[in-house]
C-alpha cells in the first residue's frame, strides 16, 4: 500500500466525516418548525427527515462532479483533476481536499457547539477554498469567474448569501399574513391541528431536496480524489456505488443524531411559532429551495429556513422576533466561509508541511482531540430530544453563553447558569 | 462588477416563483382548512353553529391543485437526482435531459 492510498483513504474517511456533521446540522432546516409546533415529536421528526435523506441521496443517480469548480480551480469542467496536481498520484490535490473537509469539519463541530445554524455548503466550499490557497496559492481561488454568469466565491457564496435569506422572509411573511387573513374567523385549536398536517408536508419536500442536494457534494468529492489517485480511470469518470451508499448512509446517520443545539435555536430561539406559521415558514423554505435549484442559482437550505422562520415572525401581527438571536446567527454566517477557509489552510499547511504519512496523521490526531474536546464541552449543558423544545432563555443564552465563556476563560465557572431543562 | 445585476436577476425569479407557489399554497392551504371549518361547523368557526356542505367542496378543490403542486415539486427533486429536468415544453410535465 503506497502513501497516496493511505491518504486517498484518510480524504474519503474525513468527506464521509463531513457528510455525517453536514447531516445533523442540517437536521434543523427541515425539522426545527415542525418540532417547535408539535406537529411532530423530536424523535419521529429526526427520523423522518433521516429517511427522507436517504432516499434523497440514493436517488442521486448522475452525480455531479464539478462541486468544487465553483470556487476553486482544481478541476476541468468534465470534473477532472487539473494537470498541475496529478503528479505522485495525486497527492497534491488529495491533501487540498483533505485539510479543506478538516476545516469544514471543525468549523460545523464548532457552530454547533455555539448552537448556530451555519451553513455546511459553506464551511466545505470555504475549507476547500483554504486548502487551495495553501496548495496552490490565491491564483487557484475563483473569486468572480469570468462575469457572465453567477461563479466563483462572489456569484455563488456571498452574493446568494445576502439575498437567500430576504426572499425567504418575505416569502414566509406574506405566507403568514395570508393564513391569518383567510383563517381570522377559525377557532384557534381547530386551526392548530389542521395546519400541523401540511406542515408535515413542507418539512418531508424540504428534507428529500436537501438530501439529493448535499450528499452529492461529498459523492463529487469523494470521486475526485479517487480520480486523483488513479483509482479511476481519468478517462472513464464514474461514481462507484459504494461512494454514493455510504455518503447517503453517513448524512442520514447524522440528520437521525440530530443537531439539537441548532433545532433548539431554530425552533424556540428566533420566534414562537404556530403551526399556520410552520406550514409557511416550511413551504417558504421548500419552494425557495426548489426554484433556485431549478434557476442554477447557489444559496444555502440553512439560510433560506433561518430566513423563512424569521419571516413568520414578521408576517404574524404581535409575534416578536429575537432579533438578538438573529444577530448572532448571521454574524456566525458571515464568518463560515473565511473561518473555515482559515482552517482548511491551517490543516493543508501541517498535512504538507510535515509532509509523507505524519503530516496528515497529525491531521488526524488534531482532528480527533478537537472534536472529542468540544463533544466533551457539550455535555455541560447537553440539549437532546427531551428538552429540545423547553422554552428559549433569554437572559441565560444557555449553549451560547457557556460555551463562548467557555473558550474565552475555560478555568472560570460561570455564576448561575440556567440549564436548559430547568423544568 | 457584473455580478450584482446577475444576482438581483436570479434573485428576482426566485423570489417571483417563491411568492407564487411559497405563498399561493400556503393560501391554499389555508382555504382548504377553512373549507374543512365551515363544514364542521360549530366548534371550529367563530360564531357559526351550523354545518356547511359547500366547505368540503372547496377543500377538496384547494387539496387537489396542492397535491398537484407538490408532485410537480417532488418530480422536480427526483429529476435532480436522476440528472434530468421537468419541463412544460409539451404542456404535460416531463423529464427531460439537463441542457449542458
Redesign the interface.
Given at each position: 500500500m503506497t502513501t497516496a492510498t493511505i491518504i486517498l483513504g484518510l480524504v474519503v474517511v474525513v468527506a464521509l466525516a463531513f457528510d455525517f456533521t453536514n447531516g445533523f446540522h442540517d437536521t434543523g432546516n427541515a425539522m426545527a418548525a415542525s418540532i417547535a409546533t408539535g406537529a411532530l415529536s423530536p424523535k419521529g421528526a429526526v427520523t423522518l427527515a433521516a429517511i427522507l435523506n436517504l432516499v434523497?441521496a440514493l436517488?442521486?443517480?448522475?452525480v455531479a462532479l464539478t462541486v468544487s469548480n465553483s470556487v476553486v480551480k482544481l478541476q476541468d469542467s468534465k470534473g477532472l483533476p487539473l494537470k498541475e496536481f496529478t503528479a505522485n498520484n495525486g497527492t497534491l490535490l488529495m491533501l487540498i481536499v483533505f485539510g479543506g473537509l478538516v476545516g469544514g469539519i471543525i468549523w460545523n463541530l464548532f457552530t454547533w457547539l455555539l448552537g448556530l445554524p451555519s451553513s455546511s455548503s459553506h464551511a466545505l466550499l470555504g475549507g476547500l477554498v483554504g486548502g487551495t490557497i495553501g496548495g496552490a496559492g490565491f491564483a487557484g481561488v475563483k473569486w468572480?469567474?469570468d462575469?457572465?454568469?453567477?461563479d466563483g466565491v462572489?456569484?455563488k457564496v456571498i452574493?446568494?448569501s445576502l439575498?437567500?435569506p430576504v426572499?425567504?422572509l418575505?416569502?414566509?411573511a406574506?405566507?403568514t399574513r395570508?393564513?391569518f387573513m383567510?383563517?381570522a374567523?377559525?377557532?384557534d385549536r381547530?386551526?392548530e391541528k389542521?395546519?400541523r398536517w401540511?406542515q408535515v408536508?413542507a418539512a418531508s419536500?424540504v428534507s428529500?431536496?436537501h438530501g439529493?442536494?448535499d450528499a452529492q457534494k461529498t459523492m463529487g468529492v469523494i470521486t475526485l480524489a479517487l480520480v486523483a489517485e488513479g483509482q479511476i480511470s481519468a478517462t472513464q469518470v464514474y461514481v462507484p456505488l459504494w461512494v454514493k451508499l455510504s455518503a447517503a448512509l453517513a448524512i442520514a446517520l447524522g440528520t437521525y443524531l440530530g443537531g439539537w443545539r441548532i433545532i433548539h435555536t431554530m425552533s424556540k430561539g428566533l420566534v414562537d411559532i404556530s403551526s399556520?406559521q410552520g406550514?409557511?415558514a416550511d413551504?417558504?423554505s421548500?419552494?425557495?429551495i426548489?426554484?433556485?435549484?431549478?434557476?442554477?442559482?447557489a444559496l444555502s437550505t440553512t439560510h433560506v429556513a433561518t430566513g423563512s422562520i424569521m419571516g413568520t415572525g414578521v408576517g404574524k401581527k404581535g409575534a416578536t422576533v429575537r432579533w438578538a438571536v438573529a444577530g448572532r446567527m448571521v454574524a456566525a454566517w458571515a464568518i463560515t466561509f473565511p473561518a473555515a477557509a482559515v482552517m482548511g489552510c491551517v490543516m493543508f499547511w501541517i498535512a504538507n508541511g510535515i509532509g509523507g504519512l505524519i503530516g496528515p496523521a497529525v491531521v488526524m490526531v488534531i482532528l480527533i482531540g478537537l472534536s472529542g474536546y468540544m463533544w466533551k464541552r457539550s455535555r455541560v449543558n447537553k440539549i437532546d430530544h427531551s428538552n429540545v423544545t423547553d422554552e428559549w432563555h433569554d437572559g441565560s443564552k444557555p449553549e451560547v453563553a457557556v460555551a463562548a465563556h467557555d473558550i474565552i476563560d475555560p478555568h472560570h465557572e460561570l455564576d448561575e447558569v440556567q440549564a436548559p431543562s430547568a423544568h | 462588477m457584473d455580478m450584482i445585476p446577475l444576482a438581483l436577476e436570479g434573485a428576482w425569479k426566485v423570489l417571483a416563483a417563491g411568492l407564487v407557489l411559497g405563498a399561493g399554497l400556503p393560501l391554499l392551504y389555508a382555504f382548504a382548512v377553512k373549507g374543512m371549518a365551515m363544514a364542521h361547523g360549530a366548534g371550529a368557526v367563530i360564531g357559526q353553529q351550523t354545518k356547511s356542505p359547500a366547505g368540503k367542496v372547496l377543500t377538496w378543490l384547494c387539496l387537489l391543485v396542492i397535491l398537484l403542486a407538490v408532485s410537480y415539486g417532488i418530480s422536480f427533486i427526483v429529476a435532480t437526482g436522476i440528472g434530468k429536468t421537468v419541463t412544460f415544453d409539451h404542456v404535460i410535465p416531463w423529464f427531460v435531459d439537463k441542457k449542458k
Open positions: 434523497g436517488l442521486s443517480v448522475e468572480a469567474g462575469g457572465t454568469k453567477l462572489i456569484g452574493l446568494p439575498l437567500s426572499i425567504a418575505i416569502v414566509a406574506v405566507a395570508l393564513i383567510v383563517t374567523m377559525i377557532e381547530f386551526r389542521r395546519f401540511g408536508g419536500l428529500l431536496a439529493t442536494n399556520p406550514l409557511a413551504s417558504s421548500a419552494t425557495v426548489l426554484a433556485s435549484s431549478q434557476l442554477g442559482f | -
